[in-house]
């Protein structure tokens, strides 16, 4: 499953924003991908997420693969949703199959 999601809110993602992130992705068993561009990071490592630098306008693609990829998905959709300044967010889902 996918989601692409824009972030919304001038500064970005901040720091406690990105931790908070994948903080909820390591409550899952699926494997939780985000996208910018070329660069992709493993949602579940912190480290990863930080070297994405999510400013404003950002378009990120969050991927998920395995037994609770949907439940995964819909998690980080609300929290961007109810997080990130309370401003709604661009998002698209798209069923991309699982193995």
């Known amino acids: 499953?996918?989601?692409n999601i824009t972030i919304p809110?001038?500064?970005g993602l901040h720091l406690w924003e990105m931790a908070e992130l994948s903080r909820i992705a390591t409550g899952f068993k699926s494997q939780i991908i985000i996208r910018k561009g070329a660069l992709v990071a493993d949602a579940k490592k912190f480290v990863e997420?930080?070297?994405l630098n999510e400013e404003k306008g950002t378009k990120l693609g969050i991927f998920a693969q395995g037994e609770d990829a949907d439940?995964?998905?819909l998690a980080i959709h609300n929290f961007a949703v109810g997080k990130l300044d309370g401003k709604k967010i661009e998002s698209s889902f798209q069923?991309?199959?699982r193995s």
């Open 1 to 3: 499953m996918t989601q």
């Open 71 to 73: 439940e995964a998905i």
């Open 49 to 51: 997420v930080l070297t």
């Open 95 to 97: 069923n991309q199959g």
């Open 9 to 11: 809110i001038k500064s």
